[in-house]
């Protein structure tokens, strides 16, 4: 059976909400392109 390979921790939640506040600005068409780049977003499925 599988183990975790890291000990979890617990932060306290405004602590966390206090590290992701005010993240950059992301430049959606430049996202929308790399995502168009490396992911294969092909509706049909594979065989």
């Given at each position: 059976?599988?183990?975790e390979l890291t000990q979890r921790r617990f932060v306290a939640a405004?602590?966390?909400?206090?590290?992701f506040a005010g993240p950059p600005a992301i430049d959606a068409d430049r996202f929308r392109a790399d995502v168009?780049?490396?992911i294969d977003?092909?509706?049909?499925?594979r065989t």
């Open positions: 059976m599988p183990r405004a602590a966390a909400v206090r590290v168009d780049a490396l977003q092909d509706p049909l499925p």
